[in-house]
């Protein structure tokens, strides 16, 4: 493939920097109301990177609204809103039609409630089974509202009450059960294993483990969603990794380490990662989950600017 050649700042985010201070969002908020996709300088990026609400808000101001437009300018394609569940109804089809009309795809949300101390799908007991089940079936509906595809499930934590295997078929049979409610809506539920470092005591933290499990769930409604900060905690040979697990991958997300924050800010050579990402045809969404190294408007346009360097494939 040709070296891709990126603008690294269009002429209007340019223009504004240089107004400085609380003088820039006001300015961008102002210049992207009645924004199109249609503008000329938005970056070309190979992959579908999914910003999220506030990781913009010096440069495009505190509405949502204005957010999505501004992220839409600068040439993401997608978009992911951890929150969006638990939004107005109202909120939810405003920020749907928004995406609609800019063309952009809505990337993951969480579907229910995250037991991070206390063990509950691991457990099997039937009230926390019931009580997943029922978040599962009211997030179908916001999925539908907001065209969502995927949606996040973390299965909480581990029961040491319980042999490990013991708390897997409880898990796998909580997911069997999820999946075949998801199923016809075609909405697949990624299941995200974290690193034991910032999510200690967790049931799901490695990959293979989650490759386990969707084989044992046999749905294409229950895949992996890859979050490669984590794994790198966790156990690193991120490319193997995911090369082994490939085909029960359908979502990834981002963020360097150390700081979870932007491409390029840690040890992380996200270049490569992203060139083998897309050599493998992925079409699916990689959520920018993580914060930004620097405060204000420069440190937002730093994030463009890694995400412009990063994705420039060979």
């Known amino acids: 493939m040709k070296r891709r050649v990126f603008i690294q ?4 985010t340019g223009s504004f920097l240089g107004l400085g201070g609380m003088g820039v969002g006001h300015a961008f908020a102002k210049a992207y109301t009645s924004l199109t996709p249609s503008i000329e300088n938005k970056h070309n990026f190979n992959l ?3 910003p999220h609400i506030g990781m913009f808000k010096a440069l495009a101001g505190e509405d949502p609204i ?11 394609t997608a978009f992911e809103d951890n929150e ?4 107005p109804a109202a909120q939810q089809q405003e920020m749907a039609t928004t995406m609609q009309t800019l063309g952009m795809t809505m990337g993951v949300f969480i579907a229910h409630k995250i037991y991070w101390t206390e063990p509950n799908l691991a457990s099997g007991k039937q009230h926390y089974r019931t009580q997943f089940l029922n978040d599962i079936n009211a997030s179908i509906s916001v999925a539908k509202r907001v065209n969502a595809k995927w949606i996040t499930v973390v299965p909480g934590h581990v029961d040491l009450s319980q042999d490990m295997d013991f708390q897997t078929a409880n898990v796998v049979r909580s997911l069997k059960q999820a999946a075949s409610m998801l199923e016809p809506h075609g909405i697949i ?6 690193n034991f470092k910032n999510h200690p005591g967790l049931f799901l933290s490695r990959p293979h483990q989650a490759y386990q499990i969707c084989k044992a769930v046999n749905s294409p409604s229950c895949k992996i969603l890859y979050d490669i900060y984590h794994q790198q905690i966790q156990e690193g040979n991120l490319i193997s990794n995911i090369e082994q697990c490939w085909d029960e991958i359908a979502y990834f997300q981002i963020g360097d380490n150390p700081g979870r924050n932007e491409p390029i800010s840690g040890e992380i050579h996200y270049k490569n ?8 045809g992925y079409q699916g969404v990689l959520g920018m989950e993580h914060g930004n190294s620097m405060p204000g408007a420069a440190g937002e346009q730093r994030v463009i600017d890694a ?7 060979l």
Request: hydrophobic residues 45%; glycine residues 6%.
């Open 189 to 194: 539920m990624v299941l995200e294993p974290l």
């Open 48 to 50: 579908n990177y999914a």
């Open 9 to 12: 700042k269009g002429a209007l």
């Open 84 to 87: 969006m569940r638990l939004r």
């Open 66 to 76: 204005d957010q999505l437009k501004f992220m839409a300018s600068q040439g993401f």
């Open 273 to 280: 990662i992203f060139e083998y990402i897309h050599s493998r």
């Open 307 to 313: 995400y412009v360097e990063s994705d420039g494939l």
